[in-house]
Antibody, heavy 121, light 107 residues
Framework: EVQLVQSGAEVKKPGESLKISCKGS????????IVWVRQMPGKGLEWMGI????????RYSPSFQGQVTISADESINTAYLQWSSLKASDIGMYYC??????????????WGQGTMVTVSS | DIQMTQSPSSVSASVGDRVTITCRAS??????LAWYQEKPGKAPKLLIY???SLQSGVPSRFSGSGSGTDFTLTISSLQPEDFATYYC?????????FGQGTKLEIK
């Protein structure tokens, strides 16, 4: 079964660092880019950025550039999203998703279950 | 950045109704457009890719159309499980962007 499995919910304090993960299985992990999407409580979906796991090429939304770091470890089929210093405004559900191939015009066909991040003092 | 604008933001409808949601891009995106369905507590699900192609396993009552800047998602006969929030998303150029969502509610 093709799937993305994300790490569990996190509760952190402002200023703390955090790294969440997204592990792919059932397909060639390096053949598909991975995207990260944020959903703040009660709000819509926001595209954060994307990584090519085969060479770690990344692109970020201007809204998230410099605020987070996206990385990947192809040896363990895992992509990461990390913060060096969390803010209260980073609260939300974070999804990873697989960007499918050119035939689908790069739709996101497989999604992780989401990781809830809570930031509170 | 390409802005994606959906309308309406919310709509009330009954089981069996036909519903259309529109999505407009701020610049031409050809057919680099997808539609997703999101239900509370669940990850989004891909419904339509390349503006009009039905994702495998998605019921045929869902259809998409459009190209350039104007797109539509149509549900031909609403079923109880279709009440959810729907998003369009462009993949023509980085940064990829989503519409603000359309919440489909039971009348």
């Amino acid at each position: 079964e093709v799937q993305l499995v994300q790490s569990g919910a996190e509760v952190k304090k402002p200023g703390e660092s955090l790294k969440i993960s997204c592990k792919g299985s059932g397909y060639s992990f390096t053949s598909y880019w991975i995207v990260w999407v944020r959903q703040m409580p009660g709000k819509g979906l926001e595209w954060m950025g994307i990584i090519n796991p085969s060479d770690s090429t990344t692109r970020y939304s201007p809204s998230f550039q410099g605020q987070v770091t996206i990385s990947a470890d192809e040896s363990i089929n895992t992509a990461y999203l990390q913060w060096s210093s969390l803010k209260a405004s980073d609260i939300g559900m974070y999804y990873c998703a697989r960007r499918s191939g050119g035939r689908t015009m790069y739709a996101f066909d497989i999604w992780g279950q989401g990781t809830m991040v809570t930031v509170s003092s | 950045d390409i802005q994606m604008t959906q309308s309406p933001s919310s709509v009330s409808a009954s089981v069996g109704d036909r519903v259309t949601i529109t999505c407009r891009a701020s610049q031409v995106i050809s057919t680099w457009l997808a539609w997703y369905q999101e239900k509370p507590g669940k990850a989004p699900k891909l419904l339509i890719y390349a503006a009009s192609s039905l994702q495998s396993g998605v019921p045929s009552r869902f259809s998409g159309s459009g190209s350039g800047t104007d797109f539509t998602l149509t549900i031909s006969s609403l079923q109880p499980e279709d009440f959810a929030t729907y998003y369009c998303q462009q993949a023509n150029s980085f940064p990829y962007t989503f519409g603000q969502g359309t919440k489909l509610e039971i009348k």
